[in-house]
């Protein structure tokens, strides 16, 4: 069982560079890759980076490439989403998720496990 948890989110201007964070509680210690995904309104989630268990390889939405970078503590069991240059078109609701396996996925099935997502708005 683990469980995540997306603190962080709110309303940021465009063009902010927001980091939003997600920690996961688990009761065995697995080596999962992790996962962001969001989902605007009206539309279906969608992939947006993921990190394998290393950390040394990651993967990302090309609507992202070059802006957001995907990063974890493994320490912490954290995963973080820096996200430079936000524009108004990324205002969303961001997912973590986790898997057991230690490689990245980009699709949604890949995830077994999911946060509640934190709101994240850019006003233009």
């Known amino acids: 069982q683990v469980q995540l948890a997306e603190p962080g989110g709110g309303l940021v201007p465009a063009g902010a560079s927001p980091r939003p964070s997600c920690t996961a509680f688990e009761r065995t210690y697995s080596r999962g890759a992790m996962g962001w995904f969001r989902q605007a309104p009206g539309k279906v989630r969608e992939f947006v980076a993921a990190i394998t268990w290393t950390g040394g390889s990651t993967d990302y939405a090309d609507s992202v490439k070059g802006r957001f970078t995907i990063s974890r503590d493994n320490a912490k069991n954290t995963v973080y989403l820096q996200m430079n240059s936000l524009k108004p078109e990324g205002t969303a609701v961001y997912f973590c998720?986790?898997?057991?396996?230690?490689?990245?996925?980009?699709?949604?099935?890949?995830?077994?496990?999911w946060g509640q997502g934190t709101q994240v708005t850019v006003s233009s």
């Open positions: 998720a986790r898997r057991s396996a230690p490689i990245a996925s980009s699709t949604l099935n890949g995830y077994a496990y």
